[in-house]
């Protein structure tokens, strides 16, 4: 295996001044590096969890000989050493010549700077949407301020002021980000060293972050106890509480062959380092279901910076995505020294947390096969509140439907056991049954004895298995709405 040169630290630049972050520091969340080592206390944490958006800063990534756009993530869950070749915007670098830029003004000008915490969390994604706005020359509308801003928490006076600051911002007083902070001086040093390895070691600590899948696989073959972090939303937070430590880590995130993202008349092919952001924006035209079912999973700054991968590899009961894939027979394909597989993933769940992952395997992707004609799908979610949320129970259905019969049927369900789960009994009982009300009602029914969920925190055990009963019923009816078997 051809060996790339080596470096021994992240280089970023943060409202526009280069750093190289090396050590223990690099081991440090974002948000604390940025407060305590930038000297940029503008950047606040709060919840330390990613759920309040307090920590909110804007990242364009330097990747494969081009910038990507800036996007909003959330800073306190996320370790610096993922910030090599990226160029970070923080509150502190918004305001253009010593004015407030547009976003800022309009927050001043409508009152929708309430408190110290939130509103610089609330700045930056304004700002994140209005620079995506100007480089698609699309409008800022409500809608999109409100989805926009789900990742924004305020517990005070609310959200009305900010909003009507969001509507108002005029774009063409907007310079974007791209041209204030990705200069060709900056690009062209990223670029000389953009093909070398990263080994960094701290105290008791270590990081790769390979460009090649050769390296990554042997590297993973050498010291299997590396723990690989994708965007670290799940990581980052268990990291956080303390209850694992994020020692030992090999990152992906710059092997240019992980992010590759196909369409073919087969299925859909989904590589490792695909956002969540990515994978919504890409199911949208063959998978519009999925991609609707994406647009209430966690928030912006959470989807930018979390995979697909590690919500499939995260492996959790209440994990969004994959009650979907389990129904859309998806397959992890996996990667070693030993060679590369494909587990279908409705035998890659072993028990809670327990998967068939060897050790030394890496995830290079997930397959999506195509559904084929008269197929139809319904992927619901049901939590507390709607957006950045913790679901209850996920439910998901592809059906085969042609005159008025279930031709064949998967069904899972998510939040009622240990881990997601496909139900074969009810497949059975709707393969060859009417496509008829009734039916749906019986195996609603039917589903309570099936499964024995638990109570916690989120639901009671009895809420949890009348809404696994009534989702049947609301998966009949919307189907009923779209389908031309409907009698
Ligand atoms: C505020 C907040 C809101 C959230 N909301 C939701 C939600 O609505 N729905 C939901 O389902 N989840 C939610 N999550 C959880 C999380 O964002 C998702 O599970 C996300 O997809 C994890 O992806 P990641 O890249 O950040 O994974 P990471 O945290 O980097 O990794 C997760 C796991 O996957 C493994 N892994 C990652 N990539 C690979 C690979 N290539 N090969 C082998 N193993 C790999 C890691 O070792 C780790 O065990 C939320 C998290 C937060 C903090
Ligand atoms: S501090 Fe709350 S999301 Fe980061
Ligand atoms: S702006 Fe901070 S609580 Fe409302």
């Known amino acids: 295996m051809a060996q790339s040169s080596k470096r021994k630290q992240i ?45 909110t800063v804007l990242v364009a990534r330097w990747n494969e000989n081009e910038w990507s756009s800036f996007q909003t993530l959330n800073s306190c869950i996320a370790p610096i050493y993922l910030f090599d070749l990226c160029a970070i915007v923080t509150v502190e670098g918004l305001a253009e010549e010593e004015e ?43 809608k999109k301020a409100r989805n926009h801003l789900t990742g924004n928490l305020c517990r005070c006076t609310g959200y009305e002021p900010i909003l009507n600051s969001a509507v108002n911002i ?35 600590k270590m990081v790769f972050s390979p460009v090649s899948l ?22 980052g937070v268990l990291h956080n509480k303390g209850k694992f430590f994020l020692d030992h880590v090999l990152v992906l995130n710059r092997i240019a062959e992980l992010a590759k993202l196909e369409s073919t008349p087969q299925g859909l092919w989904i590589g490792s380092r695909t956002s969540l952001t990515d994978f919504e924006n890409f199911v949208e035209k063959e998978q ?56 279908p993933l409705t035998s890659f769940y072993k028990a809670y947390k327990s998967f068939d992952l060897q050790p030394d395997e890496i995830c290079t992707g997930i397959f999506i096969p195509t559904l084929g004609k008269n197929w139809m799908t319904k992927f619901f979610k049901v939590s507390l509140r709607k ?46 049954s009417l496509f008829s009300e009734d039916t749906f009602k019986n195996v609603g029914k039917k589903v309570r004895s099936l499964i024995k969920p638990i109570s916690d925190l989120r639901a009671s055990d009895e809420y949890r298995l ?22």
């Open 387 to 432: 957006d950045l949320d913790i679901s209850a129970v996920t439910f998901a259905a592809a059906l085969k439907i042609e005159n008025q019969k279930i031709l064949e049927a998967r069904v899972a369900l998510g939040g009622v056991g240990p881990t997601v789960i496909r139900l074969p009994e009810i497949e059975k009982d709707l393969t060859g």
């Open 100 to 142: 407030l830029n547009e976003v800022q003004s309009k927050m001043r000008e409508f009152h929708g700077g309430q408190c110290g915490y939130c509103t610089p969390g609330m700045v930056c994604s304004l700002s994140g949407l209005a620079d995506s706005c100007s480089q698609n020359n699309t409008p800022i509308t409500e």
């Open 288 to 343: 519009p279901e999925l991609s609707r079912l994406m647009r209430i999973f966690a928030s912006p700054q959470i989807k930018n910076q979390g995979t697909l991968a590690g919500n499939v590899l995260n492996g959790s009961p209440i994990g969004d995505s994959i009650p979907a894939l389990l129904t859309l027979n998806a397959e992890v394909h996996l990667t070693s020294a030993k060679g590369s597989r494909s587990v």
């Open 170 to 204: 005029d774009l063409k007083k907007w310079t974007p980000l791209a041209q204030r902070y990705l200069k060709k001086t900056q690009q062209e040093i990223f670029q000389k060293i953009s093909t070398n390895t990263i080994h960094l070691e701290g105290s008791q």
């Open 214 to 235: 050769p390296e990554a696989i042997s590297l993973k073959q050498q010291y299997p106890q590396l723990r690989i972090v994708s965007g670290a939303t799940d990581l």
């Open 466 to 487: 009348t809404v696994a009963e009534n989702l049947f019923h609301k998966c009949y009816i919307e189907l009923c709405q779209e389908s031309a078997s409907c009698p």
């Open 11 to 55: 280089h970023l630049t943060i409202n526009g001044v280069e750093h190289q972050v090396h050590g223990d520091e690099a081991f440090l969340p974002l948000a604390q590096f940025l407060r305590y080592h930038a000297h940029l206390p503008g950047t606040k944490v709060v919840c330390a969890e990613g759920d309040c958006g307090a920590c």
